[in-house]
């Protein structure tokens, strides 16, 4: 089972930045994805950034030219550098990981890390 370690999360002004990182426990085999979601209180989880095994990236249109997706694939890690962060930035940030096992779609999630950015 692999496991997924979020940090990096904390308190920032508005206009400022932070990096998060995710650790996996282990490489994970024929990975498709890893990513980072977000959700706020009384909101969906939804998809902020993508980075695909082929190394392609995707942006949630609100976070387009402010978020940066990366990895580090000798590492296991994936970061996500925030700058710019806005008010309704603040949510707990999941790292997510999708694999495909033997035709079967495996979904891997950290257990979340909370950035507040203050007005």
């Known amino acids: 089972q692999v496991q997924l370690v979020e940090s990096g999360g904390g308190l920032v002004q508005a206009g400022g930045s932070l990096r998060l990182s995710c650790a996996a426990s282990?490489?994970?085999?024929?990975?498709?994805?890893m990513d980072w979601y977000r959700q706020a209180p009384g909101n969906q989880r939804e998809l902020v950034a993508e980075?695909?095994?082929?190394?392609?990236?995707n942006y949630a249109d609100s976070v387009k030219g402010r978020f940066t997706i990366s990895r580090d694939s000798a590492k296991n890690t994936v970061h996500l550098l925030m700058n710019s962060l806005k008010p309704e930035d603040t949510a707990v940030y999941y790292c997510?990981?999708?694999?495909?096992?033997?035709?079967?779609?495996?979904?891997?999630w950290g257990q979340g890390t909370q950035v507040t950015v203050s007005s």
């Open positions: 980075i695909t095994s082929g190394g392609s990236t």
């Open positions: 282990r490489r994970i085999f024929s990975l498709n994805s």
């Open positions: 997510h990981a999708s694999a495909t096992v033997m035709t079967t779609r495996v979904n891997y």
